[in-house]
């Protein structure tokens, strides 16, 4: 796609534009509302430090105070918290030793828009079963076959009666497999057994934390490796559930995902770039903050996703990947001057197939500042 060329302007007069920086070349204000594009899904890129996490953050911000979007975040490094408190929003803490519980179980009748929301939960606990079982080559066809047949079982059973004491559980899962005659079931039950009675059992648990606060946020800083693609994964879930009844609702749901590129790792790939997809439909922006260019180009599936998203914040850039993102996102030596060795808070702005410089210098002396800093002698206390 041919992008504008320079000299532009990015200032919409409308009810919800947000603050995204200053223009480079100009100095006007970078007003937008993401809700006015085709597809307001977005990526922040940029190197360790360049200001993704505080672009985020600063959106959040704004977002909370001049719209009535719900906002959830997924904070794997435990960063977003001060922010979050400070508006009276809700941290759900998943560790180990937590007992604050999410359950991946969990399903609305509006999950999805086929009649049966049944499908498209099993494709998420086919996902979920991947990272749990899959080895090198991933599960095997009859272990699909297996998984996907008790699934349906567990939640008929739910359907029948649903009440939230009847919400299934991993175990159900686990109890179901184990009745099927299949030894490739009893493969799956056995992997997944930690889960569900072993030491990793934080996922067989109800939800027990209220997520209906306007602003959520998922702190799994705590979840060792295997288990952050896990709990990554299971928050996922649940902002989709979120995302479908606020659609209900005639609400939209902002959802930010830092650290994003862990979410496209393997087994997750997939089910990412098919939420990506599904959120615009729903009434959701989503928002993936990542260092790692190269995961994001690392298939053509997971491409799909950069083809989907309408709104890029591109921060300072690695050598290596500012040829990557030229070659992807078809930009000029000059505009790329803007992402060689520039400043904290300042890039390139791609909102829709216009390219614009940006700078936010933000004022340090506020208390909003020591709210969406990481730097540990700012933070607020
Ligand atoms: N727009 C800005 N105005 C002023 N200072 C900024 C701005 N953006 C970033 N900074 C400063 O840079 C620091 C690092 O930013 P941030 O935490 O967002 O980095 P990051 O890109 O998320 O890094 P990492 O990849 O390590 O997570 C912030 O704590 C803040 O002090
Ligand atoms: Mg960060």
């Known amino acids: 796609m041919a992008r504008s060329c320079l000299p532009y302007e990015l200032f919409q007069d409308r009810k919800e534009s947000l603050y995204y920086g200053l223009n480079a070349l100009s100095n006007n204000l970078i007003m937008v509302d993401r809700k006015a594009l ?18 985020a ?57 086929e009649d049966n929301p049944v499908a498209l939960k099993a494709d998420f606990i086919l996902s979920l079963c991947e990272l749990v079982v899959g080895g090198k080559e991933g599960l095997q066809p009859v272990e699909k076959t297996v998984i996907d047949r008790c699934v349906h079982q567990i939640y008929q059973k739910y359907f029948e009666d649903p009440r939230p004491e009847n919400m299934p559980l991993l175990q159900d899962l686990y109890e179901a497999l184990l009745k099927q005659e299949e030894k490739e079931a009893r493969h799956v039950a056995t992997a997944l057994e930690i889960y569900v009675t072993g030491s990793l059992n934080i996922f067989n648990h109800r939800t027990n934390v209220d997520i209906t606060n306007r602003i959520v946020c998922f702190d799994i800083k705590d979840l060792g490796k295997q288990m952050k693609k896990i709990g990554m994964l299971v928050v996922q879930d649940q902002v989709w559930g979120r995302v479908t009844q606020n659609r209900s609702a005639g609400k939209a749901t902002r959802y930010f995902m830092d650290e994003f590129h862990l979410l496209l790792k393997g087994e ?15 009434g959701g922006i989503p928002t993936g903050i990542t260092q790692n260019i190269k995961d994001l180009l690392a298939s053509r599936e997971i491409e799909n996703i950069f083809e989907n998203s309408d709104f890029i914040y591109m921060l300072n850039q690695a050598a290596g990947d500012r040829q990557i993102l030229a070659k992807q996102l078809n930009i000029s030596p000059h505009q790329l001057s803007y992402v060689t060795h520039s400043g904290e808070g300042e890039g390139l702005l791609f909102y829709g197939n216009v390219i614009l ?25």
């Open 357 to 381: 410089p940006f700078v936010d210098r933000f004022p340090k002396d506020t208390e909003l500042y020591r709210l969406l800093t990481t730097k540990p002698q700012e933070v607020a206390v």
């Open 38 to 55: 085709k597809n307001p899904n977005g990526l922040i890129l940029g190197t360790p430090g360049s200001g993704k996490s505080f672009a």
């Open 268 to 282: 997750l790939a997939s089910w990412s770039v098919e939420i990506w997809k599904r959120f615009r439909k729903w």
């Open 57 to 113: 953050k600063r959106e959040i911000a704004n977002a909370f105070l001049v719209s009535d979007d719900d906002v959830i975040i997924c904070d794997p490094e435990a960063e977003y918290a001060p922010l979050v408190e400070r508006f009276g929003g809700q941290i759900i803490r998943i560790s180990p030793s937590s007992s604050q519980y999410v359950n991946p179980m969990d399903i609305n009748l509006n999950y999805s828009e």
